[in-house]
T-cell receptor, first 113, second 115 residues
Framework: SQTIHQWPATLVQPVGSPLSLECTVE??????LYWYRQAAGRGLQLLFY??????ISSEVPQNLSASRPQDRQFILSSKKLLLSDSGFYLC????????????FGDGTRLSIL | AQKITQTQPGMFVQEKEAVTLDCTYD???????LFWYKQPSSGEMIFLIY??????QNATEGRYSLNFQKARKSANLVISASQLGDSAMYFC????????????FGKGTRLHILP
């Protein structure tokens, strides 16, 4: 069966520090991969998605970036974090196709001090 | 533009009662998929149920059913015999048949089940 792993679960970082969140999927090949951010009590905002290795589409201009160095690995990064980057970050995958649900990792709670 | 609207920010329901969570959507594309997700306080997003735009029958998954009214562009989630564990945030979402498989999420409804 397919599983998705996302880490770390919780992260506290100072303003201006770098960021690296990692997500890996097991049990499937060539998945679509997604990064979302969720502010407290709010809906999900799509940040990046990828349909293949090295293919990244950005939804919202910001100081974050994403990379997909391997088929089942998706990384969210920042060179310098802002206070506004605080939130709950979720990684997701799907097989592809409009009738396929996205499956989510457990999320990372990021606090910027 | 495509849009998902959930008009109920919060609901309180007595345990064992049925619950209906409202969702309306807007798209000019004839081909789309509709999903409901549950997010407990722990944060993970759990897929509940799917309905395709060409499906003739309403989707059901255990205690969950989707009341799909295509002409009204509504896709309400019905939870039968609610349980305390159903307390969570619920999101309605839509995908379009295109190449990127992006999902559009509503803002969610927070459901509280009362003992």
């Amino acid at each position: 069966s397919q599983t998705i792993h996302q880490w770390p679960a919780t992260l506290v970082q100072p303003v201006g520090s770098p960021l690296s969140l990692e997500c890996t999927v097991e049990g499937t090949s060539n998945p679509n991969l997604y990064w979302y951010r969720q502010a407290a009590g709010r809906g999900l905002q799509l940040l990046f998605y990828s349909v293949g290795i090295g293919q990244i589409s950005s939804e919202v201009p910001q100081n974050l970036s994403a990379s997909r160095p391997q088929d089942r690995q998706f990384i969210l990064s920042s060179k310098k974090l802002l206070l506004s980057d605080s939130g709950f970050y979720l990684c997701a995958w799907c097989k592809g196709g409009y009738n396929q649900p996205q499956h989510f990792g457990d999320g990372t709670r990021l606090s910027i001090l | 533009a495509q849009k998902i609207t959930q008009t109920q920010p919060g609901m309180f329901v007595q345990e064992k009662e049925a619950v209906t969570l409202d969702c309306t959507y807007d798209t000019s594309d004839p081909s789309y998929g509709l999903f409901w997700y549950k997010q407990p306080s722990s944060g993970e997003m759990i897929f509940l149920i799917y309905q395709g735009s060409y499906d003739q029958q309403n989707a059901t998954e255990g205690r969950y059913s989707l009341n799909f009214q295509k002409a009204r562009k509504s896709a309400n989630l019905v939870i039968s015999a609610s349980q305390l564990g159903d307390s969570a945030m619920y999101f309605c979402a839509m995908t379009l048949i295109r190449g990127d498989d992006k999902i559009i999420f509503g803002k969610g409804t927070r459901l509280h089940i009362l003992p």
